[in-house]
């Protein structure tokens, strides 16, 4: 297959999650064009069997550039193959307050865009403390005691589960339709 990973990252987890993804299915055998999305990214959609988006919400909000391109492309996203990754904290977060404000996000970001992916997965991102101002760090540190999280500043905490994102890579490698194969 032919398949695009477009992702928006503001802090680099994002990033690293989409090369991860492009690593495994690249050694599937499959084709992958890896892009970062900005606002004046050119890229003929109709060319991939398959489109991954990936983004990292803070706020509440995902990255404009990766809105704007799912907003422009939805039409033809909704009749593809096309996975949506929404990368947050809150993913690494079990209780109700977590799993029902990111199925808001991401209804939210469906609406706003009229994109409604095939398969949605959420991804835990992590804490770059190494990379906050003062205020973030504070604020961060304060995120992670609330939700059980090392508050060590002196150094990142990552919270994605790769193996969770291998699966994840093994489903979109597949044949089968994603609407078939949802976690």
């Given at each position: 297959?032919?398949?695009?990973?477009?992702?928006?990252?503001?802090?680099?987890?994002?990033?690293k999650i989409a090369m991860f993804v492009r690593d495994r299915l690249e050694g599937a055998g499959h084709k992958v064009r890896l892009l970062?999305?900005?606002?004046?990214?050119?890229?003929?959609?109709?060319?991939?069997?398959?489109?991954?988006?990936?983004?990292?919400?803070?706020?509440?909000?995902?990255?404009?550039?990766?809105v704007a391109f799912a907003t422009a492309h939805h039409a033809l996203l909704n009749r593809m193959d096309a996975a949506f990754l929404s990368?947050?904290?809150?993913?690494?977060?079990?209780?109700?307050?977590?799993?029902?404000?990111?199925?808001?996000?991401?209804?939210?970001?469906?609406?706003?865009t009229g994109w409604?992916?095939?398969?949605?997965?959420?991804v835990a991102g992590a804490f770059r403390f190494t990379r906050?101002?003062?205020?973030?760090?504070?604020?961060?540190?304060?995120?992670?005691?609330?939700?059980?999280q090392s508050t060590d500043t002196s150094r990142d905490h990552e919270l994605t589960?790769?193996?969770?994102?291998?699966?994840?890579?093994v489903a979109i490698a597949s044949s089968a339709p994603l609407t078939q194969v949802r976690a």
């Open positions: 297959m032919n398949i695009l990973i477009l992702f928006g990252s503001t802090e680099g987890q994002t990033r970062e999305a900005s606002v004046d990214i050119d890229v003929d959609v109709a060319m991939f069997d398959r489109v991954i988006i990936a983004a990292s919400l803070h706020a509440g909000d995902y990255q404009p550039a990766v990368v947050s904290l809150s993913a690494a977060g079990k209780d109700k307050e977590d799993v029902d404000g990111l199925a808001s996000c991401v209804t939210r970001f469906a609406a706003d409604h992916p095939a398969r949605i997965e959420h906050y101002d003062l205020m973030k760090r504070w604020a961060l540190r304060y995120i992670a005691w609330k939700k059980g589960d790769w193996d969770a994102l291998a699966q994840f890579a």
